[in-house]
């Protein structure tokens, strides 16, 4: 296995834990129709590197299993992040857009899988509107806060030439 592999799956395994971690740390609020999963800030990453798609979706779908998720929950949660984390990357070009999809993956699947996982009796619009508050504030506010911080210590964090780009 070359060091660029090596490079990508400890990258990768780096994100997964780190998502996972801050889940579980603020389980109280990345849970239910109102939720403000700080671990989403992270959704931010495929700007920098694409070992965080399956990162930020592997995280997701660990945490789920440790806190002992629906399976509906692992699969179409895990689902929604890795179409966040897939379309972000695309839109790295535009940093800006950057947060978009994990905001509109996740306000639109993860009602759905409130409603039919877990029973949550709220309309599926107002859940739309509430774990769509929730991401902009995890991914619009926090997440660009990251994207901001990281970009000051790109070459250093995620260099995958092994040389300091100038």
């Given at each position: 296995m070359n060091n660029k592999k090596i490079q990508?799956?400890?990258h990768a395994a780096v994100i997964a834990a780190i998502y996972t971690v801050l889940v579980i740390v603020f389980a109280p609020i990345s849970f239910g129709p109102v939720q403000v999963r700080i671990a989403e800030a992270l959704t931010i990453l495929p700007y920098f590197t694409p070992?965080?798609?399956p990162g930020v979706t592997i995280g997701c779908f660990l945490s789920a299993a440790l806190t002992a998720a629906d399976p509906l929950d692992m699969i179409f949660g895990s689902l929604a992040t890795f179409i966040a984390a897939l379309t972000s990357y695309g839109l790295r070009r535009h940093k800006f857009l950057v947060p978009i999809p994990p905001i509109v993956a996740n306000a639109l699947i993860i009602p759905w899988v409130l409603r039919y996982a877990y029973d949550i009796p709220?309309?599926?619009p107002f859940m739309m509107l509430t774990v769509g508050f929730g991401e902009v504030i995890s991914v619009g506010i926090l997440?660009?806060?990251l994207l901001f911080t990281l970009e000051r210590?790109?070459?250093y964090i995620?260099?995958?030439?092994n040389k300091l780009k100038e």
């Open positions: 990508f799956i400890s070992a965080a798609i709220d309309a599926i997440g660009m806060i210590v790109k070459p995620f260099n995958t030439d």
